[in-house]
DNA sequence: AGGTTCATGTAACCCGTTACATGATTTC
DNA sequence: GAAATCATGTAACGGGTTACATGAACCT
């Protein structure tokens, strides 16, 4: 029994907050604004998310009121909440990972910049390059020998998937590719 | 409220029962062994869902314990649920299924051959890429300008999206291809 | 006789969904 | 002063995850 796991949802709220303190309103809102990012933007996940971070130390809010505002809650990370956070970007990118789907590696890497900086995003990447051209070929067998004939659109459905994953390959090569533009002129 | 939903692994159920009867193990052997369909073989998953169909008289388990086999339940479709699977299948593709993610969309359109025919199939696709083509220049033109800067892990994690339903696009074209060859050869 | 695979279930827990509720503040 | 927006919550429900439990049949 792990002591206590975090949801994407949760994940993704972490994210945000270490870029910048929000209410749970504020959340609300880039939740709603953001498409690609398919988490809702209802009263009843957020707040009680927000209540869960909060019990376990990761985040802190206090009431703000000033100059005639509605009350409002903003909260940030506390430091075990940025340790939290790191440690999940820190992840090694395993087999595992890649065949529960591209969500939760992409979230991770959507704040991995700003987590743990720049050069990690790149070993990051080379990582899932390297779980992806591992993985890809399985599934391009198991497509070629299907057990027991399936029907066109069966097949074209698990074409589309295999896909997907390509894509994400050659997506993260190019990323890989500009980040070490990036970093060539940066400090290091 | 809605009298009864139907979540995807209900879906993805009754469209391989449809197929074929099986057993609740015959189910989970299938999703254990079929990647890129992300559905939990787990025991705990998958019998109390058979219960619920079942509840429902979408599908219909009579045991069999013919010739020293252990027993077993294996399950079949009832007429009704049938017409359940088909009223899902026959769904217009609708901007908030493709907003939601291609898995829903991917998983109906995987039994679509076998519940409505090769013709409704190629209209799915068509439709398909109608969504597709209207929703994506937004996206685009959301990753132009997005609403306060965001990290380069930030902005390419959002461009993997957008790709990602490029690539579906694509694909839906390529597929629809694939249907009208099909199509003029096939008995119609 | 003992381990593996077959096969079905159940119970506790977590958490997201939906819907409802409340009230302050701004806007027209 | 009515409507819309800001802002936070709560309660019921459903269903998936994990883990545990059980036992028959098959293999060695």
Not at 52 to 67: A, D, P, T
């Amino acid at each position: 029994m792990k002591p206590q796991e975090t949801s994407l949802l949760g994940y993704a709220m972490l994210g945000i907050l270490q870029q910048q303190p929000l209410s749970g309103y504020g959340l609300r809102k880039i939740f709603a604004a953001t498409p690609l990012m398919a988490f809702s933007d209802s009263p009843g996940a957020i707040y009680p998310a927000l209540e869960r971070l909060q019990q376990r130390g990761l985040i802190r809010g206090r009431i703000q009121k000033g100059s005639g505002l509605r009350r409002r809650r903003v909260f940030k990370l506390t430091p075990q909440g940025l340790v939290h956070l790191r440690r999940w970007l820190e992840k090694p990118v395993t087999r595992e990972d890649v065949v529960r789907g591209a969500d939760g590696l992409l979230l991770r890497f959507s704040f991995m910049d700003g987590g743990l900086g720049r050069a990690h995003s790149a070993r990051f990447l080379q990582a899932l390059e390297k779980e992806l051209a591992a993985y890809i070929p399985g599934l391009r067998e198991f497509l070629k020998s299907p057990p027991g004939e399936m029907p066109l659109s069966g097949r074209l459905a698990l074409e589309s998937g295999v896909e997907g994953y390509e894509a994400l390959l050659h997506w993260a090569r190019r990323g890989r590719a500009v980040y070490r533009k990036e970093l060539r002129g940066d400090a290091l």
